[in-house]
């Protein structure tokens, strides 16, 4: 069965269970969607009629509107650059470095070298902690809030009135051609534009600009664009992927502004990929570690479900994924060796079950490769001929 539009929604972070190296990574027992579910109950009919709890347990269900399976990873990291990478055919054996415990001085030197500002900060944080603390001070001095998450990022924050987003922005691109050594390779540098006042600081959302590193080889992505096909990419798809492999980029801020966008997007008429990120579960609720907004989040997209099914024309697939997981429940605020669920859904699709476990997240893009008859990514199986 071949299809005109591919749809592909990577939930961020909502895994399935440890997988079987987690050991390795102090992630054993983790599990986002099972504890969430043990903590909220979830009231997710929509979802669950599609297969997607059935991931858990991978339990066979005759009842399904949906293919369901889960998703191994083989990449060595555990975010969303190599979640992503990874299902668009990279294999990637070496992790992106993190730095909770905070910057090197070497770091720090060089980026007030290539910036002329002074730094402060040099912490881990996940939401605007960061600047209620250092806000004014950074007003004062004119310097650059500089700090990272869980991931493997380095964040910089500066006030618009302070530093204008035009400059900060200047900045980052200096600070990431700074910190492509391969003893700081950091994923992504991420300029973090604020405004506000002292107490009543708040990020720009629509600022922010994420500098990743380009795949390090061709991606499926990339096969699609030169053989003249659409790739649109929603959300932070075209920061992961540095713009390469992708015609079409669209920004959404959140969940909410992602799938109305993409609703949008299916109403037009082209031939290819959409690929859109929901980085709110893993942004707002898995390293914040908050339980009950991970869970209504949840639900809330479950609300969305029917309306993008019915959106779907007879020659179109959805694939709703992840990329990585990120328990609430676990301590710390990092993310968690997980699969990640796997849903495939068409209106053409006359016996839909469960199929076996991937070995590798890159089963999504050999399939979706297979489909529009492009390279095949170095790693991954279609399961294309699968699907009746």
């Given amino acids: 069965m071949k299809f005109k539009r591919i749809f592909l929604m990577v939930l961020d972070s909502l895994g399935v269970g440890e ?26 009919p929509n979802l669950k009629k599609i297969g997607f709890l059935d991931t858990l347990n991978m339990n066979e269900n005759s009842e399904v509107d949906a293919y369901y399976t889960i ?13 992503h990478y990874e299902m668009m055919g990279i294999k990637n054996d070496i992790p992106f470095k993190t730095f909770n415990n905070g910057f090197t001085y070497d770091i720090l030197n060089g980026i007030e070298e290539v910036t002329g500002r002074r730094v402060l900060g040099n912490k881990c944080c996940n939401d605007d902690a960061i600047i ?16 990272t998450s869980a991931d493997s990022d380095l964040q910089v924050a500066a006030h618009e009135d302070c530093i204008p987003i035009a400059t900060l922005y200047q900045y980052c691109e200096r600070i990431r051609a700074l910190t492509l050594k391969e003893e700081w390779r950091v994923g992504r540098v991420i300029a973090r534009p604020f405004t506000g006042s002292p107490g009543k600081f708040r990020f720009i959302q629509s600022g922010r ?11 499926v992505l990339d096969s699609l664009v030169e053989n003249s096909y659409n790739v649109i990419g929603i959300g932070k798809i075209n920061d992961i992927f540095d713009g390469q492999g992708i015609n079409k980029t669209i920004k959404a801020n959140n969940n909410s502004e992602a799938i109305i966008k993409l609703i949008d997007i299916m109403d037009k008429n082209f031939t290819g990929l959409c690929m859109v990120n929901l980085s709110d579960f893993d942004s707002l609720y898995g390293h914040t570690r908050d339980v009950e907004g991970y869970g209504k989040a949840i639900e809330e997209f479950d609300v969305d479900i029917p309306i ?44 839909p079950k469960r199929l076996m476990p991937f070995d590798t997240f890159a089963n999504i893009g050999a399939t979706i490769a297979d489909n529009f008859e492009v390279e095949k990514p170095q790693i991954g199986t279609s399961i294309l001929n699968e699907l009746e």
């Fill in 71 to 83: 998703a191994k990873p083989i990449n060595a990291g555990k975010d969303s650059l190599n979640g």
């Fill in 209 to 219: 600009k994420d500098y990743a590193v380009k795949p390090p080889h061709k991606t």
């Fill in 308 to 351: 993008i099914l019915n959106k779907l024309e007879l020659d179109d697939l959805l694939i709703i994924t992840a990329d990585h997981g990120n328990d609430p429940t676990f301590p710390g605020n990092d993310h968690t060796r997980e699969n990640v669920p796997v849903i495939l859904y068409s209106r053409n699709f006359k016996k």
């Fill in 132 to 147: 209620q603390e250092l806000g004014e001070r950074q007003m004062n001095y004119g310097a650059l809030i500089i700090y």
């Fill in 19 to 44: 997988t079987a190296d987690a050991v390795n990574f102090s992630d054993n027992g983790c599990n986002t969607l099972g504890h969430i579910q043990e903590h909220c109950d979830l009231f997710i």
